[in-house]
T-cell receptor
Framework: GAVVSQHPSWVICKSGTSVKIECRSL??????MFWYRQFPKQSLMLMAT?????????EQGVEKDKFLINHASLTLSTLTVTSAHPEDSSFYIC???????????FGPGTRLLVL | KQEVTQIPAALSVPEGENLVLNCSFT??????LQWFRQDPGKGLTSLLL?????REQTSGRLNASLDKSSGRSTLYIAASQPGDSATYLC???????????FGAGTRLFVKA
């Protein structure tokens, strides 16, 4: 089946630094990728939808200048958490699909801890 | 706005018991519905995917049903095992925008 990878799997950083998370589709071309975050003991919340070659669409309440998303190729999307603060500590998961009507496949997630 | 609710929030059962997890959604204009398993601190494992035109899907001891008109889905687990202990998430993918909305999950504990 289709595989989506994320890197890194976990990261610890100091408050104020920026962190980049990669999401890759390994054996298919992902025209659309979705980014989610999950706070402890809560469910996944959609942050943004990114389409290859265009600007991401952010959900209400998600700061686009803080969470920079780049989907520069059909196999890679990146999420950069700029000037991270402890409240940004969360589990970030991406999903990818060949087309909006196709099955979406989820990555294993990246755990971010901001000290 | 689509809302997904899962009941119960937590469930503890003895090993061997059959159980049902419930998921309800407010907007019936769905593209598909998917059940996931999530172990503590881990990512998602897809269990069953039901397309909007389907009524149920089965995989091993798992059976998921979908009733779009009533906005409900159930996940049936037969002969539960301690290894089934995890959080089970219901996720609805809408036709408009194809966004996926997750329920809060049901935390299942199967006692040996």
């Amino acid at each position: 089946g289709a595989v989506v990878s994320q890197h890194p799997s976990w990261v610890i950083c100091k408050s104020g630094t920026s962190v980049k998370i990669e999401c890759r589709s390994l054996d298919f071309q992902a025209t659309t990728m979705f980014w989610y975050r999950q706070f402890p003991k809560q469910s996944l919340m959609l942050m943004a939808t990114s389409n290859e070659g265009s600007k991401a669409t952010y959900e209400q309440g998600v700061e686009k200048d803080k969470f920079l998303i780049n989907h520069a190729s059909l196999t890679l999307s990146t999420l950069t958490v700029t000037s991270a603060h402890p409240e940004d500590s969360s589990f970030y998961i991406c999903s990818a699909t060949e087309g909006l009507e196709e099955t979406q496949y989820f990555g294993p997630g990246t755990r971010l801890l901001v000290l | 706005k689509q809302e997904v609710t899962q009941i119960p929030a937590a469930l503890s059962v003895p090993e061997g018991e059959n159980l049902v997890l419930n998921c309800s959604f407010t907007d019936s204009a769905i593209y598909n519905l998917q059940w996931f398993r999530q172990d503590p601190g881990k990512g998602l494992t897809s269990l069953l995917l039901i397309q909007s035109s389907q009524r149920e899907q089965t995989s091993g001891r798992l059976n998921a049903s979908l009733d779009k008109s009533s906005g409900r889905s159930t996940l049936y687990i037969a002969a539960s095992q301690p290894g089934d202990s995890a959080t089970y998430l219901c996720a609805v993918r809408n036709t408009g925008g194809f966004k996926t909305i997750f329920g809060a999950g049901t935390r299942l504990f199967v006692k040996a």
